[in-house]
């Protein structure tokens, strides 16, 4: 199957910084691509969606300018927290898809702890 | 606002057993996907269901896709260790976006 590659798989932060996470499709080019939040022993949550060459879609209750999503290639896409807080410590998890009605792959996920 | 339960929450049995999960939408599925993600990874697909009363089978996992097409199965024969994880339905919602469950998280003991 296709291969997504997130990068780095876990960070630790100072609070206050920010920190930015790469997904990448290795194998397809990817024309959307979703970040997910998932807390300990809990779901994966939606956070938004990105489609390449346009504004990230963001699901209700992310806030947009602290959770930066750039989608600038058919391969790549970034999520850059900003500011970082411990309670944004969590699993970041990314998946990409090659068009409408396709598989959507998975990344393998970053762990951010932020101290 | 479509909204998926998963049944059990917790699942703790023991090799060898067989076991049944349970998926529930809220609405009619696009298309359902069941995962199993393990600790510290990505979700790994599983299978991708669309018909009403669709049948597939990945070895030892069957899956039955209801005849409303609103509701899903999993069910694992003689379980084993290595089946551990988080199984996770999802429905990829006409391809906008993905809605996962709240998963059912299962332990095979040896």
């Known amino acids: 199957g296709a291969v997504v590659s997130q990068h780095p798989s876990r960070v630790i932060c100072k609070s206050g910084t920010s920190v930015k996470i790469e997904c990448r499709s290795l194998d397809f080019q990817a024309t959307t691509m979703f970040w997910y939040r998932q807390f300990p022993k809990q779901s994966l949550m939606l956070m938004a969606t990105s489609n390449e060459g346009s504004k990230a879609t963001y699901e209700q209750g992310v806030e947009k300018d602290k959770f930066l999503i750039n989608h600038a290639s058919l391969t790549l896409s970034t999520l850059t927290v900003t500011s970082a807080h411990p309670e944004d410590s969590s699993f970041y998890i990314c998946?990409?898809?090659?068009?409408?009605?396709?598989?959507?792959?998975f990344g393998q996920g970053t762990r951010l702890t932020v101290v | 606002t479509q909204l998926l339960e998963q049944s059990p929450q917790f699942l703790s049995i023991q090799e060898g057993e067989n076991l049944t999960v349970y998926c529930n939408s809220s609405s009619v599925f696009s298309s359902l996907q069941w995962y199993r993600q393990e600790p510290g990874e990505g979700p790994v697909l599983l299978v991708t269901v669309v018909t009403g009363g669709e049948v597939k089978k990945l070895k030892r996992l069957t899956f039955q896709f209801g005849d409303a097409r609103k509701d899903s199965s999993l069910h694992i024969t003689a379980a084993q260790p290595g089946d551990t994880g988080l199984y996770l339905c999802?429905?990829?919602?006409?391809?906008?976006?993905?809605?996962f469950g709240p998963g059912t998280r299962l332990s095979v003991l040896p």
């Open positions: 998946s990409a898809k090659q068009g409408v009605g396709t598989e959507a792959f």
């Open positions: 999802a429905d990829d919602n006409y391809g906008q976006n993905f809605v």
